[in-house]
């Protein structure tokens, strides 16, 4: 082994799209869809291959704001079997953009099971760990695969591409979750000094998962999960390949967030849209509005604390909190998200998201940001 990897990896912020000559001639061209055929799940899934990430704030509220652009939430582990068979049971078309979480735990697997047993509904999964390396992982995705044939199985989190062939192969996984230590209320790289810049990861796994073929369009697929602050972030990740790409802080603090909020109990203020005041509940008649959001690291203590008996003392919190702006209705900032997408494709040449990776070209930059900040963004 190399002690020391010579080769710079390279993160968002190293590098920028290329704009290139293009034939479209209007933003409202962009196809922002993508049908996809999976490694092991029958399945095809249609939809805008962008996914909230199975944060505590994820709940009920974000899947149906989310279903409604054919985006996808991975729902956080800790619903019980009755909410998730209710949530289904009412909803039944926002099945295919509506993941069950679950850990690596004997209790989450029998969670699952006991879904299965209730509804007859075979859920897509997201089967979410820190570190998806271990060899003991790649056996418990097996497990979980050969109890949900049909399921379209979203696993990880790894950065080595030989972990990425692994669990497509051998561990009945359809997209593999890339990327640790980038997320926006994640410590890893300072508590344990591991991770691997995101673009980097991207690129790498996204060629070795392209390269797996199980039958005609069955590829291997990734998940870009963790670090984009903004949309060109998000733009980057697909031109490196990510088929779906997941975001945690670039969605916390908008309307259906499900958690922590602070609200403040002022007159009207001329300036503020009309649409980012609302009661906290029906009986209130003072103007009353969200003002921020707090939302914290899913290994940290307090978000386990919230839901599980006890904190195992050999584990360090790998994770933070972080109090967010107000960001308004979830509708702006996707708007805000799609339309950044639509105007990357536009200045690479691009058709679609589809062909984002074929089109899009980096070059690396010593520095991109200035203090600007978009709108939103994390
Ligand atoms: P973001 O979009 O906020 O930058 O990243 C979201 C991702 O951060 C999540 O999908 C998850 O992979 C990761 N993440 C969330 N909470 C924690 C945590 O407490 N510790 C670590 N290491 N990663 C986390």
């Known amino acids: 082994m ?36 999976f490694y092991h799940s029958t399945r095809t899934w249609t939809g ?11 709940s009920f509220d974000m899947a149906k704001a989310l279903a409604k652009y054919k985006m996808i939430a991975c729902l956080h582990k800790y619903h019980t079997v009755d909410e998730l068979s209710n949530y289904f049971n009412e909803y039944p078309e926002q099945i295919p953009y509506c993941f069950v979480s679950i850990g690596y735990k004997k209790s989450d697997l029998n969670k699952l099971l006991e879904f299965k047993n209730k509804t007859n509904i075979q859920p897509n999964i997201c089967i979410d760990v820190p570190n998806g390396h271990m060899d003991v992982f790649v056996k418990y995705c097996k497990k979980v695969r050969d109890h949900f044939p049909e399921s ?25 979750k890339c990327g640790i230590g980038g ?44 670090g984009h602050k903004n949309s060109g972030d998000v733009c980057k990740a697909l031109c490196a390949g990510a088929d779906f790409v997941m ?24 300036g503020i849209a009309d649409e980012f005041w609302q009661p906290i509940d029906s009986g209130s008649n003072g103007p009353v509005r969200k003002t921020t959001f707090t939302y914290y690291g899913m290994s940290t203590h307090h978000a386990q604390d919230l839901y599980e008996d006890s904190i195992k003392e050999y584990r360090a919190s790998e994770g933070t909190k972080i109090k967010v702006a107000f960001k308004g209705p979830i509708d702006k900032v996707i708007q805000e998200l799609l339309g950044g997408i639509r105007s990357s494709c536009c ?14 070209q980096f070059c690396r930059v010593n520095h991109i940001h200035s203090n600007i900040k978009p709108l939103f963004g994390v």
């Open 2 to 37: 190399q002690k020391i990897i010579n080769e710079i990896k390279l993160d968002f912020d190293d590098v920028l799209l290329i704009p290139q000559r293009s034939t479209l001639t209007s933003r409202s061209e962009i196809n922002l869809e993508r049908k996809f055929y």
């Open 48 to 58: 805008i291959p962008i996914i909230c990430a199975n944060m505590s704030f994820c």
């Open 152 to 176: 379209i199985i979203l696993a990880g989190n790894v950065t080595n591409t030989s972990s990425t062939q692994e669990l497509l192969i051998y561990g009945g996984v359809d997209v593999v």
């Open 183 to 226: 997320g926006s209320a994640c410590t890893t790289r300072f508590i344990t000094g591991c991770g691997v810049p995101q673009l980097t990861c991207c690129l790498d796994n996204s060629y070795v998962a392209h390269g797996l073929q199980n039958g005609d369009k069955k590829l291997g697929l990734i998940c870009s999960d963790g």
């Open 247 to 270: 975001l945690g802080g670039y969605f916390a603090g908008t309307d259906p967030c499900d958690g922590e909020w602070e609200y403040e109990y002022l007159a009207r203020k001329a």
């Open 347 to 360: 200045y690479i040449g691009s058709s679609s998201i589809k062909n984002m990776s074929k089109c899009g």
